[in-house]
């Protein structure tokens, strides 16, 4: 099974929730959606994330966008206008939690193509 970054079968869009920040995974198929369901828990965000995260992280599961939320609960240093964190804001902290490497079977690959997202107006589009 080959390792991958999270960013092979997914995207992400982050942003600021007062001392925390969200992170939305946005997998790219419904194949690599279930496959991120089953193993892209909060624990193992909470490990990948320690570094920026001292709080606890939730996960939320929107199943009819395939998404999968994160709340990291203390991401920020107090928040906005509070924190003297580089990014206040969280905006990076979706792109490091795509650097992520995950041991994804090939069905799941197969079912994306790097950079595409199944359904998609035009089948195919760039995401």
Same mark, same amino acid.
């Given at each position: 099974?080959?390792? +991958?970054? !999270?960013?092979? %079968?997914?995207?992400?869009?982050?942003? &600021? @929730?007062?001392?925390?920040?969200? $992170?939305?995974? %946005?997998?790219?198929?419904? /194949?690599? *959606?279930?496959?991120?369901? &089953?193993?892209?828990?909060?624990?193992?965000?909470?490990?990948?994330?320690?570094? %920026?995260?001292?709080?606890? $992280? =939730?996960? *939320?599961?929107?199943?009819?966008?395939?998404?999968?939320?994160? !709340? !990291?609960?203390?991401?920020?240093?107090?928040?906005?206008?509070?924190?003297? @964190?580089? &990014? /206040?804001?969280?905006?990076?902290?979706?792109?490091?939690? !795509?650097?992520? @490497?995950?041991? +994804?079977?090939? &069905? =799941?690959?197969?079912?994306?193509?790097?950079?595409? +997202?199944?359904?998609? $107006?035009?089948?195919?589009?760039?995401?």
């Amino acid at each position: 099974m080959p390792q +991958v970054l !999270l960013s092979r %079968i997914a995207m992400a869009r982050s942003g &600021d @929730k007062g001392e925390g920040s969200n $992170v939305g995974v %946005i997998a790219r198929s419904d /194949a690599a *959606y279930r496959f991120l369901r &089953d193993h892209l828990t909060a624990e193992v965000v909470q490990r990948h994330m320690a570094g %920026i995260n001292r709080g606890g $992280v =939730v996960r *939320y599961e929107a199943d009819n966008l395939r998404v999968l939320n994160f !709340l !990291l609960e203390d991401s920020l240093g107090g928040g906005g206008s509070a924190s003297l @964190k580089t &990014d /206040a804001q969280g905006k990076t902290h979706g792109l490091a939690l !795509l650097r992520l @490497k995950l041991d +994804v079977p090939e &069905d =799941v690959l197969e079912s994306t193509v790097e950079g595409t +997202v199944e359904g998609a $107006v035009g089948e195919g589009a760039e995401a």
